[in-house]
């Protein structure tokens, strides 16, 4: 149940390479500089007995805790989600050693991984005993977290909060460089640069990438090897889209069977062929063929009800064939295009969507709804943003939703829909219209926009404080913009 | 008398390159056995298609004779809590590998039936047992997988299986079993597989049993299912206005023959989109069938469902 770290036997290259000293973590410096701070005043009476490493996955953050001990000399006690984590084993465990240092004096770093996963029946009453737990240790105590808002506002409260960024390509591939001189295998620097474009800041997932495909090809790496591992199945569907949507006439078969081959789920294909249906098709196809997509989405809904699989059989083929059919009525067979549209639902991969400088920007901006609405940055991030350039298409709309988030000139830009050729003036006009309006207009149209003003200063102070016991009042919801 | 052995297991792969139709994943799969190296893997796909014969396949061939103790199946859909992982798995995992293996295997079927607490519980397990333990997570889709596990994993992608992939397999048993087998016979065997394997050698091994002499009658008679070409039959005398003989041909199918309302339904939805007809005409075909079949799964009659089923068909011409 306890686990020492172990270490030499392990074949797994993100455990073997795992840095031993801080300052061979990659990336992060500030985080580390904080960990760093952080550990030096542990000691002292007055300070935060724990603290918490959020961030996307493999950026660093558990590589940096064992770094730190191992740096300290303190003895690691780790506790993660294959262990159990209920109230009463948590305060078992955890509670003397955070506390009793009598025995000996070196001290004792007790690491909860994937600590925003305490889970419900299982771990019942978890977070809580964590709580406790960091109130009362004397021992310091690293939490590890994806999403930090899923710890609840009173563990942050007595923690040290450290965030830790995706690590940039350019690192990634220099890490890999190093691996594979340490391991004496020949890989490309194309081929290197491409698995840290895969990977999208995530160190770990870079490495094993690169472990299994030395372990599968012999000889040098090239950027071809690359596209048979495993990250390939974007351009998959994508050649999926093309016979649905492209110029070569397919057969239905055809089509349906490449569908099939996908490894995505009917959920995740219709919003593929939904996204990109739409657009260029006169009025009559429009409607055949949203008319089936609809259908196709009534088995889907049928499947989840009744969890009865078979009905997808029906949604798959009447999303592939009314598509197909809606381009068959108009005459012409198909539509020549340069690139097709991801799905807006899919989780996590519109980091990756080609424009690398709107990142940031997306980010920002859901961070903003995060704050506002109170919800989980990785909610506002995958359901809200998508929606919100959804509602920029009216300016009236947009205006509001910009005076109640505070955007800036570029978050509206980029939330304006893309195809706009004047969508910088666009966005100008919308921040000068928004910022123009008098606060008490605002309120009276819309009641919750008009504080908000003060929402920010009350949201450092104030709300902080009370915020557990009348969160149901503050908490703004989705319906206050729409 | 000698028992029988269900030829399923009988005929499951010994060698990596016996398991047919996925020759792209083999490929990978081998040279990971020449280098007695791999990494976590993900095996996605429909059933029958190879997913658990090339990780037995591949065991047999790191392993030779200690491959039973080196390598265990679990079954996430037995159990798909937590406490598999806690328990179950991580006994297994933290044992070391017997003879001179560098590692084990664990293989997880229908891992993708595994809740998200349990997966997450997975994730480090696999971490931290990876100096001795390799995971192999079956499932249908890898999207059910959690993100933080498919990262730790290469995904393979296994396609449903060719009719050459079939035929090539089920003609081999045939000629060990010392069975006759026509090349409509097998046909009739991949039509009623619809790409799993295991259907296919059942289907087999069930006419078998019958005669030594394989016809494609037996296949369809055996598997409860209708000849594709009197299921083409039913759709296009529906479609011509011949409503009366449809209704003829359905009470052939299934009084006669004892063929659920169910299959028929299944088989004319796979056969209408390789008809001759026209495009819009086939959505719309497939839209009913859907419906139909929905309404007979919440309870309705299947005899009037389908009666009326055919009956619109009749009309259909007008419509479109």
């Not at chain 1, 021992?139 to 923690?159: E, F, V």
């Not at chain 1, 050649?239 to 099939?260: C, N, P, R, T």
């Not at chain 1, 259908?295 to 997808?312: M, S």
């Not at chain 2, 037996?218 to 594709?228: H, K």
Request: glycine share 6%; hydrophobic share 40%; with cysteine.
């Amino acid at each position: 149940m306890i686990l020492m770290t172990m270490q030499g036997n392990s074949k797994e290259w993100t455990e073997k390479y795992r840095p031993k000293r801080l300052r061979k973590v990659v990336g992060n410096e500030k985080a580390i500089e904080e960990l760093k701070e952080w550990a030096e005043n542990v000691y002292k009476t007055k300070s935060k007995k724990a603290a918490i490493l959020h961030g996307p996955p493999g950026c660093g953050k558990t590589s940096a805790a064992y770094a730190l001990a191992s740096e300290r000399g303190w003895e690691v006690i780790e506790l993660n989600a294959s262990d159990k984590r209920s109230a009463g084993m948590i305060k078992s465990i955890v509670g003397p050693a955070s506390t009793s240092n009598t025995f000996s004096k070196t001290t004792r770093l007790i690491i909860l991984d994937e600590a925003d996963n305490l889970h419900g029946n299982e771990d019942r009453g978890g977070t809580k005993a964590i709580t406790e737990i960091v109130k009362r240790s004397t021992q310091p105590i690293i939490l590890i977290a994806n999403d930090k808002h899923k710890m609840g506002p009173a563990l942050q409260r007595n923690c040290k909060v450290i965030k830790f960024d995706r690590i940039g390509d350019k690192m990634v591939s220099q890490v890999l460089k190093k691996i594979s001189r340490v391991e004496g295998i020949e890989v490309e620097d194309k081929a290197l640069h491409a698995l840290a474009e895969n990977a999208n800041g995530d160190l770990r997932s870079a490495i094993n990438d690169l472990h299994a495909i030395s372990i599968s090809k012999f000889g040098k790496i090239d950027e071809g090897d690359i596209a048979t591992g495993e990250r390939d199945r974007e351009t998959d569907i994508f050649e999926v889209m093309k016979k649905i949507f492209g110029v070569e006439g397919y057969e239905m078969q055809e089509a349906l069977s490449s569908l099939y081959s996908l490894d995505k789920t009917p959920e995740e294909s219709i919003q593929w062929i939904y996204r990109n249906f739409a657009y260029e098709n006169d009025e009559e196809s429009f409607l055949h063929g949203l008319h089936y997509l609809s259908r196709a989405d009534t088995f889907l809904g049928r499947v989840k009800r009744r969890e009865n699989y078979k009905f997808w059989r029906y949604a798959s083929s009447l999303m592939v064939c009314g598509v197909l059919s809606a381009k068959e009525m108009q005459g012409r067979y198909g539509w020549q295009r340069q690139r097709y549209f991801r799905s807006p639902w899919q989780r996590n991969r519109w980091q990756a969507v080609g424009d690398k400088k709107s990142i940031p920007i997306r980010e920002a901006i859901a961070k903003k709804i995060a704050e506002y609405c109170k919800v989980p940055l990785s909610y506002a991030r995958l359901f809200v943003v998508p929606f919100l350039e959804f509602f920029f298409l009216d300016e009236r709309k947009a205006v509001d939703i910009t005076a109640s988030l505070r955007l800036d000139v570029p978050q509206i830009a980029f939330l304006v829909s893309d195809t706009d050729e004047d969508r910088e003036e666009k966005a100008k006009r919308i921040y000068q219209d928004a910022y123009a309006m008098p606060k008490t207009v605002i309120k009276g149209k819309k009641g919750v926009t008009g504080k908000e003003g003060v929402i920010k200063a009350e949201a450092k102070e104030e709300i902080i404080k009370t915020r557990e016991e009348d969160e149901a009042k503050t908490q703004k919801t989705l319906v206050d913009f729409f | 008398m000698q028992r029988e052995e269900i030829w399923t297991e009988k005929y499951r792969p010994r060698k990596l390159e016996e398991v047919v139709g996925q020759d792209a994943i083999i490929k990978n799969l081998r040279s990971y056995v020449r280098r007695r190296n791999l990494p976590h893997l993900i095996f996605s796909g429909p059933a029958g298609v190879g997913k658990t014969a090339a990780a037995i396949a591949m065991a047999h061939e790191l392993y030779g004779e200690t491959w039973a103790e080196n390598f265990t199946e679990l079954n996430a859909s037995d159990e798909r809590g937590i406490e598999v992982v806690r328990n179950q798995i991580k006994n297994f995992a933290r044992t070391m590998p017997i003879g001179n293996a560098a590692f084990k295997i664990i293989f997880l079927d229908e891992a993708d039936a595994l809740t998200d607490a349990a997966q997450s519980a997975l994730r480090r397990t696999m971490e931290r047992y990876s100096g001795t333990c390799r995971f192999i997570l079956s499932c249908n889709y890898s999207s059910k997988i959690i993100e933080p596990i498919q990262s730790r994993c290469s995904v393979y992608r296994f396609k449903s299986l060719s009719y050459d992939a079939i035929a090539s397999r089920i003609k081999y048993i045939a000629e060990i079993e010392g069975l006759k087998l026509t090349k409509d016979a097998v046909r009739a065997i991949n039509y009623v597989s619809v790409g799993d394997m295991r259907r296919a050698v059942n289907a087999l091994q069930s006419a078998a049993v019958v005669s030594r002499e394989i016809k494609p009658e037996m296949i369809y008679e055996i598997t409860a299912t209708a000849r594709p070409e009197e299921i083409e039959e039913l759709i296009t005398r529906a479609l011509d206005g011949k409503f009366f003989e449809a209704l003829d041909k359905l009470a052939d199918l299934m009084d006669d023959k004892g063929i659920s309302g169910d299959e028929i339904l299944a088989q004319m939805h796979r056969l209408v989109i390789n008809m001759d007809i026209p495009a819009r005409k086939k959505v719309e075909l497939m839209d009913r069938i859907g419906e139909a079949d929905y309404r007979i799964t919440e309870g309705a009659n299947e005899r009037i469902q389908l009666d009326a089923l055919l009956a619109s068909f009749c009309l259909s011409s007008d419509l479109l």
